[in-house]
């Protein structure tokens, strides 16, 4: 089906590339049908395209690429909301604010936006741990130490849910 | 907004399906237990607001910006070959 984007035109997006935020996000409840599309094949960076608003798109990314360690915890409350059974296969992205000056860029990773890949219903999960930043500046810990193996193929597994290639 | 006043062990219902119930008052510390539908979002105040704003804000680009995360892609590849 085609979409009309403020950013990317005209876009086409199969349903099984639709996904659902039942609860939509703080701020844009009514907001509920989103799709991902890449910046560029490699990149963790990815832009999460709303469906219902032409206008409205935000930046994520993957949160692995920029903390090590990053477990967010779920409630109970988000496992029904995800409609999650057992473990299932997850997928993780922060919202990032761009600043004029790119390098004062910002992650939330507070409230990460998690992504149940069986059904693809995502919620914006909200954290308790203080630890995590409501704004964290994602040049902080360049490299990140840790598996970047890891890190890719949560990447490419984000990939692979994207709609379109915005490069 | 509508104000009550409670003791500790009472409630309040909100619609079919939320209820609200005074646990224990200690110091200036009111502890609260919600019972509600596992789907409906139930936070503190602030750090909801918070995540509002912040959503809010991300939100707010320009048509320029896609040329800026590609700015901040490269930037980020050199630094992490340069490392």
Redesign the interface.
């Given at each position: 089906m085609l979409y009309q984007t403020q950013l990317f035109g005209a876009i086409s997006v199969e349903e099984t590339k639709v996904v659902t935020l039942p609860q939509g996000m703080p701020g844009f409840e009514e907001f509920k049908r989103y799709t991902i599309i890449a910046a560029d094949p490699e990149s963790p960076l990815f832009w999460l395209q709303s469906l219902d608003d032409p206008g409205l798109a935000f930046i994520t990314l993957n949160p692995f690429v920029i903390v090590e360690k990053y477990r967010p915890a779920l409630s109970a409350e988000d496992r029904a909301d995800l409609d999650l059974e057992g473990e299932g296969e997850l997928l993780y992205l922060v919202i990032v604010t761009l600043k004029e000056n790119y390098l004062e860029s910002t992650a939330n990773l507070r409230a990460p936006l998690v992504i149940n890949a069986k059904n693809l219903r995502g919620r914006q999960v909200i954290l308790d741990d203080p630890a995590f930043s409501l704004r964290h500046n994602i040049w902080q810990n360049l490299p990140v130490a840790g598996e970047e193996s890891e890190n890719r193929r949560h990447t490419i597994r984000i990939a692979q849910l994207s709609a379109a290639q915005a490069f | 907004m509508l104000i009550l006043t409670r003791k500790p062990r009472e409630s309040i219902t909100i619609g079919e399906n939320v209820k609200i119930t005074i646990l224990e008052i200690k110091g200036n510390s009111v502890r609260v237990g919600i019972e509600a539908p596992?789907?409906?979002?139930?936070?503190r105040e602030e750090?909801?607001r918070?995540?509002?704003?912040?959503?809010?804000?991300?939100?707010r680009?320009g048509?320029v910006?896609?040329e800026?995360?590609?700015?901040?892609?490269q930037?980020?590849?050199k630094?992490?070959e340069e490392?």
């Open positions: - | 596992p789907t409906l979002a139930v936070h750090v909801f918070l995540i509002r704003e912040q959503n809010i804000g991300a939100s680009h048509v910006m896609p800026r995360l590609q700015n901040l892609w930037e980020w590849k630094r992490n490392s």
